[in-house]
């Protein structure tokens, strides 16, 4: 089944300690997302890539980068984790067609803890 | 100013019944995607139902439908003949912009627990 992918489910780092979580999809999607969602908050959009340009979001902090090697990967690299970054990080991917419509698909997610 | 307003933070609804989840939104853009998603405790996001600003009628999909009141801005999901497997968090979420420039936004979510 086409799908998307998050590896690891379950992450822990240490303190400033770099991580990188990975996202793959077999959807052929356009169009990849970060999410970072904390506990019993709506997900807020980091960056995303359409194609290969990167759109970071304005409060997205430096901490965070992303990178697309292709269309089916996307990793999400947290330079130096700190306490307040602890949370779940959705990875979504849609296929823009120009239209309103575009259903996001989700992937698991990974849920990073910092100690 | 919030784009998405979800002001329900938690809901009850007895199993086998109706339950309406509110959605209000805020947007310039008259091109606009409207989606509900459903977040149970594993954490995955599942889609539920879209409506885009420019379909006529409300949207179905078997037991989810959409109740969209475009002047009004809102964008309530009703879910008929609840089950206990409903319970979980849901979302309202909005896509505006195009190209590469469009995202999404969510709302701050509603907690529903389908009572036995």
């Known amino acids: 089944d086409a799908m998307v992918i998050q590896n690891p489910r379950y992450q822990v780092t240490q303190f400033g300690k770099p991580v990188t979580l990975s996202c793959s999809q077999t959807?052929?999607?356009?169009?990849m997302y970060w999410y970072q969602q904390k506990s019993s908050q709506a997900p807020k959009l980091l960056f995303h890539?359409?194609?290969?340009?990167?759109?970071n979001e304005a409060d997205t902090p430096d901490n965070f980068q992303s990178r697309r090697p292709n269309t089916s990967f996307c990793f999400l690299d947290i330079r130096s984790p700190g306490l307040g970054d602890a949370a779940m990080y959705l990875c979504?991917?849609?296929?823009?067609?120009?239209?309103?419509?575009?259903?996001?698909?989700f992937g698991p997610g990974t849920r990073l803890t910092v100690l | 100013a919030q784009k998405i307003t979800q002001t329900q933070p938690g809901m009850f609804v007895q199993e086998k019944e109706a339950v309406t989840l509110d959605c209000t939104y805020d947007?310039?853009?008259?091109?606009?995607?409207l989606f509900w998603y459903k977040q149970p405790s594993s954490g995955e996001m599942i889609f539920l139902i879209y409506q885009g600003s420019y379909d006529q009628q409300n949207a179905t999909e078997g037991r989810y439908s959409l109740n969209f009141q475009k002047a009004r801005k809102s964008a309530n999901l009703v879910i008929s003949a609840s089950q206990l497997g409903d319970s979980a968090m849901y979302f309202c979420?909005?896509?505006?912009?195009?190209?590469?420039?469009?995202?999404?936004?969510f709302g701050t979510g509603t907690r529903l627990k389908v009572l036995a």
């Open positions: 947007t310039s853009d008259p091109s606009y995607g």
């Open positions: 979420a909005m896509r505006e912009g195009s190209g590469g420039t469009y995202k999404y936004i």
């Open positions: 890539y359409y194609d290969k340009d990167f759109n």
């Open positions: 959807l052929n999607h356009n169009v």
């Open positions: 979504a991917t849609s296929s823009d067609t120009g239209g309103a419509y575009n259903e996001q698909f």
